[in-house]
């Protein structure tokens, strides 16, 4: 018999305000899913992730199974504060004291060496494990009524586009999830910045809302950047695989996205375009020309841009259309978070 679709309730929490009784009592039902090893979708202020109690090996087994997840892939774990980020650390590394000091709560991840209290499913049997302390306060609020640090990875199959609402994960995880928390979308909406803590200098491992000279002013010093993620078999980050973020129509970043554009059209192919040259007259004239082209405008600004570009992939990924182009933003900094998310989601079609 088909199992029934999880509840979605919708939550509030007006800044400045107390946390509304009907609010504290969805994250008190949810916190009773959590601590009977079930499985929460939760909002927080980068996509919404698949929560599950970080200290109970077999939840823990229950998200890689909704997921479709890879066991050599690592998990972050979710804290309320410091104190207990420090918990599940064998120790605390200068570092990671001065990230956690300086950006928590926030989105940013780091990597410091594992206690013995973490399950080796969460670090993918590695030495480390990566923890943060999450920006939303609705999120610390749950972990506080749960009583538990949570691995939490992104609330979708494996290697797919990541969820910035709760309808989002609906679609991609049905009743492999007992309850979804409706927060509404996510602020930032690509996944933290992950710092490797146990090296020197430190390492981004991912890029993400937070820039490398954010973290190295947090620092008082300098960082690697997207150095390798790999260190004696066991991968230290999630989000570093070939391919990710990938939505099921094939998605292409070409180096002329109009001409590559063009060829698709007189192939007969349906294309979604997510451009920044919306204006220019070579897109409107193919657009006025081809009812099988859809052209998306895309934000100029990389917040923006990073804010609107998961949540655009998955509208594309419903129109039935057979290729989705990309325009490559800048390669700057403040750019370099998304370049890896399109990247990563064209591999597919760059192989």
């Known amino acids: 018999m088909a199992r029934r679709l999880p509840d979605m309730p919708r939550i509030e929490w007006p800044e400045g305000r107390p946390v509304p009784p009907s609010t504290l009592a969805v994250l008190d039902r949810a916190a009773e899913v959590i601590r009977g090893g079930g499985l929460v979708a939760i909002p927080t202020e980068t996509v919404y992730g ?6 109970d090996a077999d939840a823990v087994e229950a998200i890689f199974r909704a997921k479709g997840r890879p066991a050599s892939n690592p998990l972050i774990v979710h804290v309320a504060d410091a104190v207990m980020a420090r918990s599940l650390a064998a120790s605390w590394p200068e570092p990671a004291a001065r990230i956690a000091e300086a950006l928590w709560p926030g989105p940013v991840t780091v990597v410091v060496p594992r206690s013995r209290v973490v399950p080796d499913i969460v670090t993918a049997g590695g030495s480390t494990v990566a923890v943060r302390c999450p920006g939303l306060p609705l999120t610390r609020l749950l972990i506080e009524r749960a009583g538990r640090p949570l691995a939490a990875p992104s609330a979708n199959r494996s290697e797919a586009v990541s969820p910035t609402t709760a309808h989002h994960v609906l679609e991609g ?36 809302p937070l820039s490398r000279s954010c973290i190295e002013a947090a620092l008082g010093g300098a960082v690697v950047d997207r150095s390798h993620a790999v260190e004696e078999g066991t991968t230290r980050s999630p989000g570093t695989g070939a391919r990710h973020y990938a939505p099921r129509t094939r998605l292409e970043a070409p180096g002329d996205p109009p001409a590559r554009v063009a060829d698709l059209l007189r192939q007969g192919l349906r294309v979604g375009w997510l451009t920044f040259r919306a204006a220019d007259p070579v897109t409107r004239a193919l657009a006025a020309a081809n009812d099988s082209l859809i052209v998306v405008p895309a934000d100029p600004d990389p917040d923006g841009f990073a804010r609107a570009l998961f949540a655009t992939l998955h509208a594309l990924d419903r129109r ?10 800048p390669s700057d900094e403040p750019w370099l978070a998304v370049r890896d998310r399109i990247r990563r989601a064209a591999r597919e079609a760059e192989d």
């Open 50 to 55: 698949l929560a599950a109690d970080a200290l």
């Open 173 to 208: 995880l049905g009743h492999r999830v007992d309850l979804i928390l409706d927060a509404g979308p996510c602020r930032h909406g690509i996944e933290s910045t992950v710092v490797d803590c146990t090296t020197v200098p430190p390492r981004i491992l991912r890029p993400g």
């Open 320 to 329: 039935a259309l057979d290729r989705l182009v990309v325009d490559l933003p």
